[in-house]
Nanobody, 123 residues
């Protein structure tokens, strides 16, 4: 069992920055990678970024490449999502998730999920 607790999101102006964190606890050794997903009202949950614990390999959605950076602090069992140059289109509930087997980009590959945190970008 892996428990994931996300930091508070927030309201930010377009062009601004925001950093999210996700702290993992429990059976963290079983987690191969961590990912961030987001879901806007009326839309399906979509992949944002992911990172492996061991080597720090990363994957990003095309929509956030160059603007978002995922990182991890293994000692703290925490993953971060640094969001810069934010756009109104980034407004969504952001979820962190744990994958047991791969650096995955699909919902199905993630076994554990955080509670979600609201990020709102105003124009």
């Amino acid at each position: 069992q892996v428990q994931l607790v996300e930091s508070e999101g927030g309201l930010v102006q377009a062009g601004g920055s925001l950093r999210l964190s996700c702290a993992a606890s429990g059976r963290t050794f079983s987690s191969y990678a961590m990912g961030w997903f987001r879901q806007a009202p009326g839309k399906e949950r979509e992949f944002v970024a992911a990172i492996t614990w061991r080597r720090g390999n990363t994957a990003y959605a095309d929509s956030v490449k160059g603007r978002f950076t995922i990182s991890r602090d293994n000692a703290k069992n925490t993953v971060y999502l640094q969001m810069s140059s934010l756009k109104p289109e980034d407004t969504a509930v952001y979820y962190c998730a744990a994958s047991l087997h791969s650096l995955a980009t699909t919902l199905y590959d993630y076994a554990y999920w955080g509670q979600g945190t609201q990020v709102t970008v105003s124009s």
